[in-house]
């Protein structure tokens, strides 16, 4: 467990000294949601029922910054082998990079989402929900972009091709999301959410050793 504490405090220093996915995925996640109702016109109505869609796909969009690098730095500076020679199981070292990522990209976005939902019109009452399924969903995105991160990092030019392999497996993570917060006002919601929570249990179960797996086919 000290192992483990210490990788996380390590990559959230480094994620806020060089910048990386610090703020940037926050400023792009308010930049995209800003935007979508100048596209939509005056209809508050329209937009006040796809506000929690924009504000998921803006999350998708956001948690992707970052991802390339998720590995890329440990392998050019060598820790990536220290890393599995060290005694924490390589899996749990891949938790601890996906929970720092998560802290500096993710749960901002958690954060500014009641403030951009007034802003898209979202109804009172759908707040909260939206909030929870970002809190719930956005682990995910997450841990399968880990995978991506892991099978793309010893390519040239990797990181163009993690959006490419990430985005088809987020789709389940975004319909479940985006249905929960429909179904805000009938009992369709706490359906939805416990999917959601399934999505993100079977990511966190199965995410580290995909990632782990990959890493070391890499090293190979």
């Known amino acids: 467990m000290r ?4 990788l996380l405090g390590r990559d959230l220093r480094l994620a806020v000294r060089s910048g990386g996915g610090f703020g940037l995925s926050l400023v792009f996640f308010i930049s995209v949601v ?3 109702p100048f596209a939509l016109g005056p209809d508050l109505a329209l937009l006040g029922r796809i506000a929690p869609a924009i504000l998921w796909i803006g999350a998708l969009l956001a948690s992707l910054i ?3 690098r998720l590995f890329q730095t440990d392998l050019d500076d060598g820790s990536l082998d220290l890393l599995s020679a060290s005694g924490l199981p390589l899996p749990l070292s891949v938790l601890a990079k996906c929970l720092a990522h998560w802290l500096v990209t993710g749960l901002p976005l958690v954060l ?3 403030v951009l939902g007034l ?3 979202i109804a009172p009452n759908a707040i909260l929900p939206v909030m929870l399924t970002l809190f719930v969903g956005t682990p995910a995105l997450t841990l399968l972009g880990a995978i991506g991160a892991a099978l793309t990092v010893t390519l040239r030019r990797g990181g163009l091709l993690v959006p490419v392999l990430i985005l088809p497996l987020s789709v389940p993570v975004l319909i479940f999301a985006v249905a929960a917060t429909a179904a805000v006002e009938s009992e369709g919601f706490g359906t939805a959410l416990s999917l959601l929570s399934g999505i993100t249990l079977g990511c966190l179960a199965l995410a580290p050793f995909a990632a782990a797996a990959a890493l070391k086919a890499g090293q190979q």
């Open 119 to 121: 802003l898209l019109n």
């Open 3 to 6: 192992t483990f504490s210490a």
């Open 34 to 36: 800003s935007v979508t």
């Open 112 to 114: 500014a989402a009641p």
């Open 66 to 68: 970052g991802l390339d």
